[in-house]
Antibody, heavy 117, light 109 residues
């Protein structure tokens, strides 16, 4: 059974750094693209970035390029999303997704990130 | 950038009724590249339809997808209580690689 298990909720202050994680299991982690989708409070879905763990090929949405960093550690089947300096506008639920063909076939449970002073 | 427009914003129906949700692309989108997702409150989205008309694993056959030109349609033949949710379409393109529509909420009339 394919599973994407994400790290827990985070509460941070503006300017702080953060790295959230997503562990994949039940499939070959290295040969499937994995990525992140943002959902701001009460809003829709926004694709952020994807990575191919086997060779770390990365694609970013122009809206998020330079704002976040995606990475993966194939030795532990885990993908990451990190911020160097959080803003209040980063408050959202972040979903980890597996990308197959042209869609997202599996989703993690979501990680709520709250940024508030 | 291809923009997806979903209509209506909210659809108020009763259980047993038929729901027809629309997703219109601002430019040509291959049917191969169009998917639909369902999101219930407090849950992650789940894949319903891919390739415009193929049901994902475990999705009941009351859900169907179709396409006519740049207009994509998700139909729920007879609404079950568990079908009241928000539905998003998504397309695979160039830059950005993936875009979502704003969603259609199906709520109980």
């Amino acid at each position: 059974e394919v599973q994407l298990v994400q790290s827990g909720a985070e509460v941070k202050k503006p300017g702080e750094s953060l790295k959230i994680s997503c562990k994949g299991s039940g499939y070959t982690f290295t040969t499937s693209w994995i990525g992140w989708v943002r959902q701001m409070p009460g809003k829709g879905l926004e694709w952020m970035a994807i990575i191919y763990p086997r060779d770390s090929d990365i694609r970013y949405s122009p809206s998020f390029q330079g704002q976040v960093t995606i990475s993966a550690d194939k030795s532990i089947s885990t993908a990451y999303l990190q911020w160097s300096s959080l803003k209040a506008s980063d408050t959202a639920i972040y979903y980890c997704v597996r990308h197959t063909a042209h869609y997202f076939d599996y989703w993690g449970q979501g990680t709520l990130v709250t940024v508030s002073s | 950038e291809t923009v997806l427009t979903q209509s209506p914003g909210t659809l108020s129906l009763s259980p047993g009724e038929r729901a027809t949700l629309s997703c219109r692309a601002s430019q040509s989108v291959s049917s191969t590249y169009l998917a639909w997702y369902q999101q219930k409150p407090g849950q992650a989205p789940r894949l319903l339809i891919y390739g415009a008309s193929s049901r994902a694993t475990g999705i009941p056959d009351r859900f169907s997808g179709s396409v006519s030109g740049t207009d994509f349609t998700l139909t729920i033949s007879r609404l079950e209580p568990e079908d009241f949710a928000v539905y998003y379409c998504q397309q695979y393109g160039t830059s950005p690689l993936f875009t979502f529509g704003p969603g259609t909420k199906v709520d109980i009339k």
